[in-house]
T-cell receptor
Framework: GIQVEQSPPDLILQEGANSTLRCNFSDSVNNLQWFHQNPWGQLINLFYIPSGTKQNGRLSATTVATERYSLLYISSSQTTDSGVYFCAVESIYSGGTSYGKLTFGQGTILTVHP | NAGVTQTPKFQVLKTGQSMTLQCAQDMNHEYMSWYRQDPGMGLRLIHYSVGAGITDQGEVPNGYNVSRSTTEDFPLRLLSAAPSQTSVYFC????????????FGPGTRLTVL
């Protein structure tokens, strides 16, 4: 099946710093999502981005589908950004259309200190 | 919209007991899925459904049963719980057409003693 690798595994920042999280995947995808899992365990949708670039406030994401990677940018980080960031993908070979059969990476644990 | 709801939030079972984790969505999504998350890991797909009456296995289906009698509900059954099934379980749903973007419920934390 498709492989998903996220880097770095851990990241510690001071409030106000910027960061870039990376997601590499091994096959062509028809679905790529970035999630934030907060300290209470809730999974929050950040971006649906199988290709292209999107921005939402201090967060932005870029997926270069032809090179099989995606980047999540966090600018001016805040303590509330702490948690685990997951990249999840669905291979185009999972059945043609997107069935929402996501394969998750191991996540990046982000800690933002005040 | 309540989105994706899951009950219970927490559950403790003894080895060999059975139980059903409930999942419901009110967004008229056709696709629904169950994932489990073990400590320090990402989520892994257990079972999924592309519509009422249609289910299929994901990456880690052993020990779990599902059925989909309505569009709204997708329960996950543990017939004989084992300690290896101690995990956090997430239900998700998405539209059948369009993006396939998945939306997740709040999770059920299950401990099997």
């Amino acid at each position: 099946g498709i492989q998903v690798e996220q880097s770095p595994p851990d990241l510690i920042l001071q409030e106000g710093a910027n960061s870039t999280l990376r997601c590499n995947f091994s096959d062509s995808v028809n679905n790529l999502q970035w999630f934030h899992q907060n300290p209470w365990g809730q999974l929050i949708n950040l971006f649906y981005i199988p290709s292209g670039t999107k921005q939402n406030g201090r967060l932005s994401a870029t997926t270069v589908a032809t090179e099989r990677y995606s980047l999540l940018y966090i600018s001016s980080s805040q303590t509330t950004d702490s948690g685990v960031y997951f990249c999840a993908v669905e291979s185009i070979y999972s059945g043609g259309t997107s069935y929402g059969k996501l394969t998750f990476g191991q996540g990046t644990i982000l800690t933002v200190h005040p | 919209n309540a989105g994706v709801t899951q009950t219970p939030k927490f559950q403790v079972l003894k080895t060999g007991q059975s139980m059903t984790l409930q999942c419901a969505q009110d967004m008229n999504h056709e696709y629904m899925s169950w994932y489990r998350q073990d400590p320090g890991m990402g989520l892994r797909l257990i079972h999924y459904s592309v519509g009422a009456g249609i289910t299929d296995q994901g990456e880690v289906p052993n020990g779990y049963n599902v059925s989909r009698s309505t569009t709204e509900d997708f329960p996950l059954r543990l017939l004989s719980a084992a300690p290896s099934q101690t995990s956090v379980y997430f239900c998700a749903s998405s539209y059948s057409t369009g993006t396939g973007e998945q939306f997740f419920g709040p999770g059920t934390r299950l401990t099997v003693l």
